[in-house]
């Protein structure tokens, strides 16, 4: 029938609205569904093809959920020993000053195991980008407690919910880190609202452009849900953390260009 | 020079890349000659101090997976942090060079030499089957050559390397013959070299990945089949020692590094008392040499080790002689040195007058 459109009428390219950017693989992604970090690679490498930085950069892939980062994003990585990847940063960037380089970690490999390493590299103020999935719990392991984990909440091994007195106080790494000289652009986002995926892309891009100029470390935390570990439907998840993660966790800018601009 | 010096001076002839270090007695000095020495300036090698010897062995992790020449020197308790990386490293399969100067321990011990890493070093150490090649200078000369000799196996190998040495031979004084300055690669000489390196994907090749994770058993377990094979190449292949005095002996001292040297002077008061010594005297510790060994067991009365340990190398030593002659082993602990005197005393008490 000449009226009926045929495939090809439809893809033409003023017809696309949206394409998948070629940074990501077409691997099936292992993330649970309504999770944040599928969101985040996919901003993260749209923010590197736009700036066509493709040849030029290398991800380190930490150990935890996102271990398999390096299945999703078409860049050159190196996936680091537990909570080691801005060990492995630091090594990139000083023998390849040039290159675009960041960390992909998570709340377990940034904010417990790998403390002294993100400490010391914001510190020293490495020229890398750190993007920090914050979900309040370990989630590849089975949902244990972490060092996000807020106070009350149940985990796997706080199954009464976080007591500080036995369990110690959740830790707002992104604010410590904003405190050391070396930081030079720090910001907290979240991926659970179109809205906010536009904002935290605009955030992403903006720390790999400031990393183009090295100026120091560009920290971008990313609020997350997890669902399974959290126990909860994805909407129920993400309904949650904005009524109990971001009061604790606030959502915006903490330090730009260098200087606080927020109360920590 | 120092042997601790000249390894320092070696490395950056050898056209390292990158040092990432912890200071920790007795080899601050490696980083120290390094800094004071301005390789950045002098062939634009990176000098790094990090936070821990656990960021500094993942820093070479960093390094390596861009085809970088990185190393890291450190001493017995950092090494035994360490090993988580180095784990990583092999798995990964990853070049990179690791010097320990040895002290005594457990714990924190002693900072006087020692040599009871042998077996955190040549058996593994970390989790998983992997090997180290693991290399035991005993002169300042050594400490100078072995460095780019151990970066051209790291890299033919894909594997790490150690240089085992100790306090004595870092902080003894020798004359050294001092190479030419080799070039640092430039980033298309890696690309071109070591396709295997991270340095940013381009449209001709895949992404690369350094990874050492496959969930898949299968894959996993042909990867460690992989790695195995390797490591068999590499003992056909890379296995190195000296002998002195063997082909007339009746008696062999088996040591390394400061032993051997002190070994040395035993076997010649040993000599002037009429007792045939010889000494063998493995430089590659991993690849062990186990044909020589045997070859040598089976032509002597007896074989003492010396090791500044409780027996240690004596262990591999034992598993390739001939088990119809004795095999003893002989050590000091602590920080203690033996003396060539005591050494002597051993063999005419456990091979002669017994």
């Avoid at chain 1, 652009?185 to 992403?204: D, G, L, W």
């Avoid at chain 2, 070093?121 to 002169?139: C, E, F, M, Q, R």
């Avoid at chain 2, 080790?305 to 002659?325: C, F, P």
Wanted: net charge negative; proline share 5%; with cysteine.
């Amino acid at each position: 029938m000449s009226d009926t459109i045929t495939k090809e009428q439809i893809f033409k390219p003023e017809n696309i609205v949206y394409k998948k950017t070629d940074l990501m693989t077409d691997n099936v992604l292992s993330y649970c569904p309504g999770c944040g970090h599928g969101t985040t690679h996919r901003i993260l490498m749209e923010v590197i093809d736009e700036m066509g930085l493709q040849s030029e950069t290398i991800g380190i892939a930490p150990v935890g959920c996102s271990v398999l980062a390096y299945d999703f994003m078409n860049v050159d990585m190196q996936q680091a020993a537990h909570g080691r990847a801005p060990a492995l940063a630091t090594a990139i960037k000083r023998l390849l000053p040039n290159k675009t380089v960041f960390s992909y970690q998570g709340d377990g490999d940034l904010a417990a195991i790998g403390t002294a390493e993100t400490i010391h590299a914001c510190n020293r103020g490495e020229n890398f980008t750190t993007i920090f999935i914050n979900n309040g719990i370990y989630g590849m392991t089975g949902g244990q407690m972490a060092p996000t984990t807020l106070e009350g909440m149940k985990s796997s091994t706080s199954p009464y919910g976080r007591e500080w007195h036995a369990m110690g106080h959740p830790l707002k790494m992104t604010e410590l880190v904003a405190r050391l000289p070396g930081t030079y652009y720090v910001t907290r986002q979240a991926v659970h609202t179109p809205a906010a995926v536009r904002k935290a892309k605009k955030a992403i891009r903006k720390a790999i452009e400031l990393q183009q100029q090295k100026v120091g470390m560009t920290f971008v935390e990313v609020v997350s849900n997890c669902n399974s570990g959290w126990k909860m439907t994805p909407v129920n998840a993400n309904k949650w953390m904005v009524e109990n993660m971001f009061p604790f966790y606030p959502l915006g800018d903490i330090k730009v260009d260098g200087k606080l601009v927020k109360e920590v | 020079m120092k042997g601790n010096e000249a390894f320092a001076e070696a490395v950056i002839r050898a056209g390292a890349d990158g040092y990432f270090g912890y200071p920790i007695t007795p080899q601050s000095e490696v980083m120290e000659y390094l800094m004071a020495e301005k390789p950045h300036e002098r062939t634009g090698m990176v000098v790094l101090q990090a936070e821990s010897e656990v960021a500094s062995i993942n820093m070479l992790y960093g390094g390596a997976a861009c085809g970088k020449k990185v190393l890291t020197s450190s001493s017995s308790p950092g090494i035994s942090l360490m090993q988580e990386g180095i784990s990583y490293l092999a798995g990964s399969e990853l070049p990179c060079l690791i010097m320990d100067a040895m002290r005594g321990g457990p714990g924190l011990g002693t900072i006087q030499p020692g040599q009871a890493d042998y077996f955190q070093l040549t058996k593994g150490g970390g989790h998983g089957d992997y090997n180290l090649i693991v290399i035991a200078p005993s002169s300042v000369q050594e400490m100078y050559d072995y460095v780019e000799i151990s970066f051209d196996l790291a890299f033919k190998y894909r594997n790490p390397v150690v240089v085992l040495t100790d306090g004595a031979i870092g902080q003894m004084m020798e004359k050294v013959y001092i190479g030419d300055q080799k070039p640092r690669l430039t980033e298309e000489e890696i690309r071109e070299k070591y396709p295997w390196a991270t340095l940013g994907k381009t449209p001709d090749r895949e992404r690369n990945i350094i990874t050492s994770l496959d969930l898949d058993p299968y894959r996993q377990e042909r990867h460690n089949l992989h790695l195995q094979k390797k490591f068999k190449e590499i003992e056909e292949n890379e296995v190195r020692y000296e002998e002195l005095n063997c082909e007339d002996a009746d008696f062999i001292i088996v040591a390394y590094g400061t032993s051997a040297r002190i070994s040395q002077k035993a076997m010649d008061i040993g000599r002037e008392k009429g007792l045939k010594i010889g000494i063998f005297r493995p430089i590659t510790l991993w690849p062990f040499p186990k044909k020589e060994i045997r070859a040598l067991s089976e032509k002597v009365k007896g074989i003492l080790t010396v090791e500044m340990s409780a027996g240690q190398m004596v262990e591999d030593v034992r598993l390739h002689a001939s088990e119809k002659i004795p095999v003893e082993h002989y050590g000091r602990m602590g920080g203690v040195i033996p003396t060539p005197n005591e050494i002597v005393e051993v063999i005419e008490n456990l091979f002669v007058k017994g």
